[in-house]
Structure formats: structure tokens, C-alpha cells
């Protein structure tokens, strides 16, 4: 009655009884080359090479209950907590989610780091996305249909919890192993308590870059976002898009909107098709021996205010196992920028391996 | 000859021969709310959402030495090492333990914070108790007669290390299944060599809470207190009570004295008992299917120089699983500080994992 | 075809089909004495207590592919990332790593920090070696003959990466299991981009005190260094040296030499001859339950700048077995900075666990 297994990019699980404990983690190294005014702010070119993500959780199951804790070492010194929550499944097709989570918005958020096809995410996603934080979310997740609300902690309001509600629904009118086609809805409402919001400024999605658009400050009493997501895959095809729209409210100042989509386009050369589960993608799953290939591309525009930047992206995949996968991007990025015109283009490399 | 092992509440463990390697954890998460001047410093209210303790621990045992390391992920960014020890048992009944660990003082103390009854331990257990520091403790543990004694590095005095001693032993005349008598002494003596002794600063038992009892700054030569330890417990009642008595050595200046108790009744409404062994007690683990139900009462007293605070705290704690536990605390607070009264009240909720 | 292994000093190893996964870890406790200005910096005694290593790692295996994450717990909250690297095992003898790992310079600096027989490396080793840092390596590896050369990112030089070209070889004309004679060779150059070479500034062998000789800073464009390795193993006797020499060069101003060796001699009381494989040596490993005894003597000598410091250690290491080690090591020392001389004494206690 004792169980051991040791999983590609599933981690390490061992079962005793109704008790399971499981340890795994992540490592992502890139190497990023650009040059011009759109990534180095200035005429000259740069470099850099960083551990983007290097994670070790330990999670565990117990009946109805089960709860993760992962660090997230950083280069500097510090350790994120990637997560740290407990969830309780007793409550038939309910799922409780306390502590530290990601909360439900975007598609492209709800797919893991390790699935995501390009490196980075598209900046109206890193724009408006809350991410992971402190709070509790209720949801249900089937193949066709699920949703999940949540109110989270977003910092101090005069010694109260500043509070964000989030919440998002998907409907999959088709899920067949061959083909599916998603619809996806996102909210979510925050206090910022007239601090600033520092989320709308986004480098053009290469993570190393030195300049960032958006860089006038947007001060506000609370922020309003919807999106909306449609995706479609058909074998070894697989395309999503989603459209963003959010409100600074600037209580007695001017409100300020922040809005943005993308859309993006690949194809498994070797043939595999994009996993889908539950309202989210998974990573491509190599059927041979000699791993899988994929290409894509990535069309991203963002207007934080009245700025404005978009980026396209080109890039191949391989994928060595469940375990390895080697990333290369080319990146064509603008931005304008009190109404000054920046470009510049950059190539990023990632090493990825999931334990 | 290889034996694996996940078990709720004490972590996966894999043994080959005679050596053995354990991973696990915990997960606190705490949401509290509180009102008035005895936790906001104000006459407002506030609430605040904490990760209270994140840990991944890795131990091994090999013949007669064991070793633990434990790293406990803040909020902040920082990572504090909760335990990083080595143990040797090979002296008959004998235990040597060198580098981080909990130095021997207080019942409640010594008790787990996974196992402590309330959320949160009492203001003078945590203005007196030292925690867990650098050194080296000698012990000896059996069913009825613990003690252990060290010597510890408590920071820097001029150069040298500025030494604590601290030992506590215990004395349980009862201890069958359904009743345990104990009674337990300590001592300390910290060297604070001119600096301050800020443990003295307490929160009204709500760790959220911005207020502080004890602001006047105490500093010293060195510390030295006592204290005393009484617990009883039968079927599903258990009782425990604290007595201490401190010192702060001003040096030419004036000593300060800190003092303060606690007495803790509870009761398990499902039946089970509160395990005790070797000195400390253990939290109830849940017989039936659907859990163990406990409520409990605590007064505590605490006076660090010429200010003095109470807290009254009434609980309940649900236990799911030997995994999973889920507090609720209400604690009316009262301190004064400077001859000015502030008073106020507090809910605290807590949810718990233990890998 | 579910394998699971706890190995003393190897981690608990769990493996499914061709998937490994390994949690493991080290823990080093030191208590350190020192008198005397070469320790101190002034006429009065010192002494400390320091957790020198606490590490939790995960590491995989799958295929050709295998990675590690491991996180070092400092004693301030910080927490390094010892190794974060993704390896490539699938060109016949060739190994690719990439990411953050230890760069191949110097036989002191190759062996482990469980398994090299002082508490701490020289000062000559500490000076010169890069250590682990982000970069792409590339190797072979067989009991005669070892290479390994790599290409880093030394941080930041006008917004681009600055290189660092690392590369070593080793050539063991006797490798028996009784005996084995050892030659190496090693060259680094790095870009400095005119900051200061901190690396210099060294500790006489003591990693708590509070005086480093080196103190004057010695600024440059770039540093270049080469070292010379001999070991010779002979049954219980082992015997190693290294000589090192490198240049800042100064670019518009003076350029600084830096040079240093050391030679050190052990005898294991107790019969054990120290491993060797592939380059770099291993720590003892005790035959009998007793535990094995190791005696060692060490001559370092550095010279950084017009500075100079030697370091005389007498040690005495305990191997209780795979796992445990506990080391003393006593060392003279003596500095010459800035023509003013100072010398000191120091005893290191180090207690050593490896999961």
C-alpha cells in the first residue's frame, strides 16, 4: 500500500493509504541579446543571462485536503513564495483555495510558466493579471465549463486589508482529443488607495531588458479590468487571443485606461497537439524518442495610458521530453512613449527543465 | 530492505539500510481583524492577511547521528533558517544537539507551534522563551524526567561571542493513556552586553496587530529568568499554566524586572485526548472520519517593567486530519503602557498544513 | 520498475522507468576562536559561532538530460542559489551545462566543499577561483583525463554581459585503486570593466574573523590567471599542491600581481585511502563502524598586491561515516599590509552532516 513514483516534469510522489506527499520544482535559465532605444532605452546594444525561475515545491494530499509551499530563489538573495496554499476538495465539484494562489484572470496567465509557448508573457497579460497573492478563491473546473471568484489581500488601506476581487469563467463548446475551441471571461476590481500603479510598466517582453513603457506614473483610488479569451486547436495547430480592458479610477484626478490583446499562432511540427485541460493549456508532449518542434508566432499590443507599445515575436520550440525544453524568440518590439518613438529588436534563449 | 513512507503530519520518509532521509513541511495561513487601541494603536479598526509560517524541511538519520535542516519562506522576500542541526544519539540515553535549534526553556514553548493549542503562543512566553539559536544542548528524554541544558551564541559582545545558558527539566509523576501530571522548571542567562532587550516589545497575541505593549526601551547587562510549568490533563480536558520571573541587569543603571503567567484550560468535544510526551504535548489527533472538535480558554498576564497587558483568548479548533487544522480566536486585550489604558478586541482565524 | 534509494552523504534517490529525481542536502556548523591582529585586527581575542552551509537541493535526471536547484539558507535571511544548471549527457563523452555552476578552475575549488579536507579552502583558492556562476560549460570526463572549458556572465559592462573564459584540464597518469598521481591546469579571463577585484581582499583560513589582508583595492580592466596542480595518493597517505599566478591588468593605470600555492599533506590513521575520480578527490569514507581518523597538515601562502599572508593549518578530521563529519583545524597566520605585519592564532571546530 506504499507508492512511488518519480514523474518527468511531474515531480517525485510517494503514497501511503489516503496520504501523499510530493516534491518537484522548476529551472528556467535564459540568455537574452537587444539592441536600440526600445530595449536599452538608449542607441547601443545589451545582454544578459539570468535564472528567470528556479522553484522547489513540496505539496501533499490528505483526503479532502492537500496544500503546496514553493520557493522561488531569486538571483539577489531573496526567495519568493511562489505559492503557499491549502485547498480543500470535500464539497463535491467545489475547489477552496486558501493562502497565497494565483488569482483567476487571462488565459495566458492561467497557463503555468512551464506551458506558455513563448518565453515571456504578453505585457497586457503582465499588465493586468493580478498573479499570485494572499486570499481565498472558490471555483469548479470541468472539462467544459469552469469558473472561480476570489477576494484576495492587495496591500494596506489605512491598516485594512486593501481588497481585489477577481474572478473568471471559460466554456468549451468543443473538447475532443483532436479539437478544441475555448471562451473565456475575465474580471477582477482592486484598491490601490491612491498608490501607484506600478504593474502598467512592462518591458517588451524580453525579461532582461532595461527600458520599459509606461513609465508615467498611474496614481488611483481603485482599478477595473475585464478580458476576454477565445482559442482554438485542431491537431497540431493551436491559436488564442484576448482582449483587455481596464480603469484606473483616479478618485478626484482623471481616470486613466489601460488596454491592450494579442494574438498568437503555432504549429507542433512533429505532429503532437497542445494539451487541453480544464480551462487552460499544458506544454507540448514529444510522442518520439527525438522530441518535439514548434513554431509560433505572436502579434501584442499594449496602451497604458496614452502610451503605446506592441511586439511581435517569432519563435521554435523544442521540446526534449516532458522534462526539457529549449526556447529560442525573436522579438520585434516599438513603443511611443510621450509621444516619443522607440524600436529595437532582441532574441532570447531559455533552457527550461521541470522536475 | 527499502522502506517508504508518506504519513499526514509527518512528512515522506525513504529508508535503506540504516539510513533515512525525510521531507516536509508546514502551511500557516491567518486572516485577523481587530479594533481599537490595543492592537491598531488607534481608535480605528484593521485586518490584515499573513502567511504566519511557510517551512520545507529536509532530515536524515544515519546510525547514530541526525541532522535537520529547515527553511521557514517569509512573505518578504527573506528566509529565515528555523532549524539547521545535528544530533548525536550514540551516548545511551543522551542527546547531543549542535548548530540551530530550540533552546530548552517554557512548556508552551517547547511545544510545536503546530501543536500549540491557540493561535498564537502567550506575551510572556515570547518575551522570555529565547527560541531557537545557535548552540549546543546536552538532554536527556524519558516519559516521566526530561532535562536538557546548552550554551548558546546570543550575538556579539566586543568581538566574543555574548553567551546564554539556558536548561529546563521536567517532572511528570502521572503519565498513563487517559491522565498526565506535569510539573516543569527553567532558568536562563543571556549576556545583552549593553544593548537592548527587545523581545520585551509584545503584540496583544494577535501577530498582525500594529500595537506593541512594552515600547520603553529596557537595556541591560544581561537577563536572567525563571519560570515554572504545571499541567494536568485527563480524557479530553487538559489544563497547563506558566509562571515566570525575570531580570534585566541595568548595570550602573536601574534593573528592570519582567514578569507575567499564563493558565490554559481546554477541552477535546469529540473525545479525544491531547497526546503528551517526553515534556511537551503533541496536538489532538482526529479518531473518527469527520474530525476532532476542541474549544479552549486562556488568561495571560504580562508585565515587562512598569507597563503590564492581559489578553483573554477563547478558541475553537477544528482538526481534520492529523494534517489539517483550522483555529478560530477571539482575544479581548487590555494593556497599559505610560499609566495610559488602551483596550480592544480581535478574531483571528487560522488554517494549517502540516506535510 | 520503481526504484527508491536513501544513500548516506547521497540523498534520497527515487526512480520510475528512465526519470530520477534526488532530494538532498549538507549542513556545516562551525565555532571558530581567533587572538591577535592577523584575526581580530586589533590586540584583544575573538570568537564565533557560524552556520557555514545549510543546503536543500532537488535534482532530476531524465534521459540525457539532468538539472539541479540548490538553495544555500544564510544566517541573515538571505538565501544563495548554490547551483541552478541543466545538463546535457547525449553527445558520447561530452557534457553541456548551462546555467549556474561551478566554473573549472583549481583542484581546491573542483573538490566538493563536504569533501575537501581543511574546514576552508585557501586563501589563494578563494582569491582566484570564479566559483559558481551563470554561463554555458562544456567538458569530458574519464578516469585519465578530464577537460572542461566555459564561457560566464561576470555581470554587468555597459549594459552587456561581462564574459568570463574559464577552462581546465587534468591528466592522472596512475589511477589505482591504491594509488594515484594527479596534474592539473587551469587559466581564467574575465572582464573587471574597471571595478574593483573584491575577491582579493581575503581571510587567513578562518571564515568568521573579522581582518582580511588585501585591503587595498585593486581596481582594472580585466583579470587573467593561470594555476598548476599535483596530488599524489598513496594508501592512507594523500598529498596535494597548487601554484597560481594572475594579472590585473590596470588598463590606463599600473597593473597588479597576484599569486599564491599552498601544499598540503594527510594521512588517514585508520587505513582509508581518500577517493579520486575524475579530476578531483572525494572525503573519506570509514571502513569500520568505528568511524576513520584523518591527520593533515597545510602550507598556504598568497600574495595579493604588495601584500602578503601565510597560514599554517594543523587539523585533525573525525569521519563518524558517510554522513558525519566533525573537523578541528588550528591555524597560524601572519600578514604583511601595507609593511606593517601582524600574526595570530585561531582553533576551528566544524561539524559536518551530509543528507
Given at each position: 500500500?506504499?507508492?512511488?513514483?518519480?514523474?518527468?516534469?511531474?515531480?517525485?510522489?510517494?503514497?501511503?493509504?489516503?496520504?501523499?506527499?510530493?516534491?518537484?520544482?522548476?529551472?528556467?535559465?535564459?540568455?537574452?541579446?537587444?539592441?536600440?532605444?526600445?530595449?536599452?532605452?538608449?542607441?547601443?546594444?545589451?545582454?544578459?543571462?539570468?535564472?528567470?525561475?528556479?522553484?522547489?515545491?513540496?505539496?501533499?494530499?490528505?483526503?479532502?485536503?492537500?496544500?503546496?509551499?514553493?520557493?522561488?530563489?531569486?538571483?539577489?538573495?531573496?526567495?519568493?513564495?511562489?505559492?503557499?496554499?491549502?485547498?480543500?476538495?470535500?464539497?463535491?465539484?467545489?475547489?477552496?483555495?486558501?493562502?497565497?494562489?494565483?488569482?483567476?484572470?487571462?488565459?495566458?496567465?492561467?497557463?503555468?510558466?512551464?506551458?506558455?509557448?513563448?518565453?515571456?508573457?504578453?505585457?497586457?497579460?503582465?499588465a493586468?493579471?493580478?498573479?499570485?497573492?494572499?486570499?481565498?478563491?472558490?471555483?469548479?473546473?470541468?472539462?467544459?465549463?469552469?469558473?472561480?471568484?476570489?477576494?484576495?489581500?492587495?496591500?494596506?488601506?489605512?491598516?485594512?486589508?486593501?481588497?481585489?476581487?477577481?474572478?473568471?469563467?471559460?466554456?468549451?463548446?468543443?473538447?475532443?482529443?483532436?479539437?478544441?475551441?475555448?471562451?473565456?471571461?475575465?474580471?477582477?476590481?482592486?484598491?490601490?488607495?491612491?498608490?501607484?500603479y506600478g504593474d502598467a510598466d512592462q518591458r517588451?517582453?524580453?525579461?532582461?531588458?532595461?527600458?520599459k513603457v509606461g513609465s508615467?506614473s498611474i496614481?488611483?483610488?481603485?482599478?477595473?479590468?475585464?478580458?476576454?479569451?477565445?482559442?482554438?486547436?485542431?491537431?497540431?495547430?493551436?491559436?488564442?487571443?484576448?482582449?483587455?480592458?481596464?480603469?484606473?479610477?483616479?478618485?478626484?484626478?482623471?481616470?486613466?485606461?489601460?488596454?491592450?490583446?494579442?494574438?498568437?499562432?503555432?504549429?507542433?511540427?512533429?505532429?503532437?497537439?497542445?494539451?487541453?485541460?480544464?480551462?487552460?493549456?499544458?506544454?507540448?508532449?514529444?510522442?518520439?524518442?527525438?522530441?518535439?518542434?514548434?513554431?509560433?508566432?505572436?502579434?501584442?499590443?499594449?496602451?497604458p495610458?496614452?502610451?503605446?507599445?506592441?511586439?511581435?515575436?517569432?519563435?521554435?520550440?523544442?521540446?526534449?521530453?516532458?522534462?526539457?525544453?529549449?526556447?529560442?524568440?525573436?522579438?520585434?518590439?516599438?513603443?511611443?512613449?510621450?509621444?516619443?518613438?522607440?524600436?529595437?529588436?532582441?532574441?532570447?534563449?531559455?533552457?527550461?527543465?521541470?522536475?
Amino acid at each position: 500500500e506504499s507508492e512511488v513514483k518519480a514523474k518527468a516534469g511531474g515531480g517525485a510522489k510517494f503514497k501511503t493509504d489516503d496520504v501523499s506527499i510530493k516534491v518537484g520544482g522548476r529551472l528556467m535559465y535564459d540568455i537574452d541579446w537587444f539592441d536600440d532605444e526600445a530595449f536599452t532605452g538608449n542607441t547601443g546594444s545589451g545582454s544578459d543571462s539570468e535564472l528567470r525561475r528556479a522553484r522547489i515545491y513540496v505539496s501533499g494530499e490528505f483526503g479532502n485536503w492537500e496544500a503546496k509551499v514553493q520557493g522561488d530563489f531569486k538571483d539577489d538573495g531573496d526567495t519568493a513564495l511562489s505559492d503557499a496554499y491549502i485547498q480543500y476538495n470535500g464539497w463535491d465539484d467545489l475547489e477552496l483555495v486558501l493562502g497565497k494562489h494565483k488569482e483567476p484572470f487571462g488565459l495566458e496567465e492561467q497557463t503555468s510558466s512551464k506551458d506558455i509557448t513563448a518565453i515571456e508573457r504578453t505585457m497586457i497579460t503582465n499588465a493586468l493579471a493580478p498573479g499570485k497573492n494572499y486570499g481565498a478563491s472558490l471555483g469548479s473546473f470541468s472539462d467544459e465549463f469552469t469558473w472561480m471568484v476570489g477576494l484576495y489581500d492587495h496591500g494596506d488601506e489605512g491598516g485594512n486589508i486593501a481588497t481585489g476581487v477577481t474572478g473568471r469563467m471559460t466554456f468549451a463548446p468543443v473538447v475532443t482529443k483532436n479539437q478544441v475551441l475555448h471562451f473565456g471571461a475575465g474580471f477582477r476590481q482592486s484598491r490601490l488607495a491612491g498608490n501607484e500603479y506600478g504593474d502598467a510598466d512592462q518591458r517588451l517582453e524580453i525579461h532582461t531588458a532595461d527600458e520599459k513603457v509606461g513609465s508615467s506614473s498611474i496614481v488611483g483610488e481603485s482599478i477595473t479590468a475585464y478580458n476576454f479569451e477565445v482559442a482554438y486547436a485542431a491537431g497540431p495547430f493551436h491559436a488564442q487571443a484576448e482582449f483587455f480592458d481596464a480603469e484606473v479610477d483616479g478618485g478626484f484626478n482623471a481616470d486613466t485606461d489601460i488596454s491592450g490583446y494579442y494574438a498568437q499562432f503555432g504549429y507542433v511540427l512533429t505532429g503532437e497537439s497542445r494539451p487541453y485541460s480544464k480551462g487552460k493549456f499544458k506544454r507540448v508532449s514529444p510522442k518520439g524518442e527525438n522530441g518535439a518542434w514548434e513554431m509560433f508566432g505572436r502579434f501584442s499590443q499594449y496602451e497604458p495610458g496614452s502610451d503605446e507599445a506592441d511586439a511581435v515575436t517569432l519563435g521554435l520550440n523544442y521540446y526534449a521530453s516532458k522534462a526539457v525544453r529549449v526556447g529560442v524568440n525573436y522579438v520585434m518590439g516599438d513603443m511611443t512613449e510621450g509621444g516619443v518613438n522607440k524600436d529595437g529588436n532582441a532574441i532570447a534563449v531559455r533552457f527550461q527543465y521541470v522536475f
